[in-house]
């Protein structure tokens, strides 16, 4: 268990009635048709104060390539509701925890900042390296370099540092098996983060924590309001027949990381931690596939097990994401109707059950060169 902690992703761990939409697959065009005679019950979760979740039903109502069965969901939830799913608590290597809170705090939004594509596009090789006594892959990887950087005697942690970074440099501290996928877009966000804690906060993210209001939404107040506000790198949002989806993976990712590292010692404080959703990244779709939650159209499904790439902000894409956050908040209020008031979970937990057993799958998922997840 505590080699387990010691992982980035351990961590990870309505409108009430239906309305009916119509859903069908066209077999021609490889697509569902929203104008078949075939009908199926839509259910949208009961609010829960989350502007990622409340933006979702023009696609949920629009799916073209993706759409979930509430059927599966409720059989899921039949037999994960009596699971134990806990909520995870972060344990951060390299010696960066609860006894230096503002350091943790600013090593893990730096690292969230630039938490995506660990893994070659073409050779389909992930990104490792040797440090401290052990071998480290993926994002696990990103975070040794980091350290090991700052070992090295570089401020990483620094707004001016970041600033003025360039990608030789880069490739120096991330110097591993491979070079680091999309090295120039990482140096253009530190460029950016780092000139705006430069110009706002003392140069430190932990300035910019303690500047917020402790919830996660407080009228543009809030942790993730100021996050998306301030910082363009997390503004994951991505338009959808003209309707703004929002998705916010990172900014969520990053202050989940914080609250879960630092609230088992009071050092983090989040009263609205039921307002997270899951984290749409390629893993949870993934699991919600293989559990028959997702259901893609043979044009989707073939061009994921062929591993072509779905683009960025492509309406497959956008369909993925969101009918992951939409499954996931669904299964959450179906597990909560057969556990006791004292064992209610938030989404956050569902989406560590299925990261936690699924990241290591080989059932293909999608493939997007992004950098939002």
């Not at 570089?154 to 090295?183: Q, S, T, V």
């Not at 039921?274 to 997702?294: N, Q």
């Amino acid at each position: 268990m505590r080699e387990l902690d010691l992982r980035r992703r351990s961590f990870l761990g309505g409108l009430g009635a239906s309305v009916v939409l119509p859903l069908a697959r066209d077999m021609n065009r490889g697509t569902f048709n929203s104008s078949a005679k075939v009908t199926a019950q839509l259910r949208f979760p009961r609010p829960i104060g989350s502007p990622v979740l409340d933006s979702l039903p023009p696609v949920i109502e629009k799916s073209r390539d993706v759409r979930t069965s509430l059927a599966k969901i409720v059989e899921c939830a039949s037999w994960m509701a009596y699971e134990d799913l806990p909520l995870p608590e972060f344990a951060l290597p390299f010696g960066l925890g609860p006894e230096n809170p503002d350091l943790a705090i600013d090593f893990l939004l730096v690292a969230d900042s630039i938490d995506f594509a660990f893994t070659d596009f073409n050779s389909n090789i992930k990104f490792q390296v040797d440090y401290a006594g052990q071998h480290w892959s993926d994002s696990d990887a990103m975070f040794a370099c980091l350290k090991r950087g700052m070992d090295e005697g570089r401020p990483l942690l620094d707004g001016g540092c970041l600033a003025k970074l360039d990608k030789a440099e880069l490739e120096h501290i991330f110097r591993g098996n491979i070079e680091m996928p999309m090295l120039e877009e990482r140096v253009a966000i530190f460029h950016e983060i780092g000139g705006a804690l430069t110009a706002r906060y003392g140069g430190r993210f932990h300035n910019f924590v303690h500047s917020c209001s402790p919830r996660l939404y407080d009228n543009g107040k809030g942790l993730i309001d100021k996050l998306v506000a301030e910082f363009p790198r997390f503004r994951d949002v991505s338009l959808y027949d003209g309707s703004e989806i929002r998705i916010y993976k990172l900014a969520q990712l990053g202050v989940w990381m914080m609250y879960s590292t630092l609230r088992p010692g009071g050092k983090f404080r989040l009263e609205d931690a039921d307002k997270m959703s899951a984290f749409a990244d390629y893993i949870v779709p993934a699991a919600l596939r293989v559990l028959g939650i997702l259901q893609y159209s043979p044009a989707l499904e073939s061009a994921i097990n062929q591993h072509q790439m779905v683009p960025r902000d492509s309406t497959q894409e956008i369909e993925i994401r969101a009918h992951t956050l939409y499954a996931t908040a669904l299964l959450r209020e179906e597990i909560n109707k057969l556990r006791p008031p004292d064992m209610q979970v938030i989404i956050p937990q569902i989406d560590a059950r299925l990261w936690t057993h699924y990241h290591t799958t080989f059932w293909p998922h999608h493939l997007t060169r992004t950098i939002m997840y």
